[in-house]
């Protein structure tokens, strides 16, 4: 029953990680078809810890793309402005 807990926060933090591929560079379509192929490629464990870990690497990633978005738009409004 506890593996079926843990699966279930995959749901919200996979729309969260959709929702982040929106204006990804190679397009969402690319980014779409890596994240359904990362998923489905740890849809096979079972075991508490490794759901958990798995769990914290996409809670790594999705804090790592936020990042770069972030710096993007720093670089932009820093060349934009910048004197």
Excluded: C, W
Excluded at 15 to 25: N, Q, S, T
Excluded at 39 to 52: K, V, W, Y
Excluded at 55 to 60: C, L, N, V
């Amino acid at each position: 029953m506890r593996i079926l807990s843990l699966s279930s926060t995959n749901t919200p933090l996979s729309e969260e990680l959709l929702f982040l591929g929106r204006e990804y560079p190679l397009g969402y379509e690319y980014y779409r078809t890596r994240l359904h192929k990362a998923f489905s490629s740890q849809a096979h464990l079972e075991n508490e810890e490794q759901i958990r870990k798995g769990i914290a690497r996409a809670e790594f990633v999705k804090k790592e793309i936020e990042a770069l978005y972030y710096l993007k738009r720093y670089r932009t409004l820093k060349q934009r402005y910048d004197n």
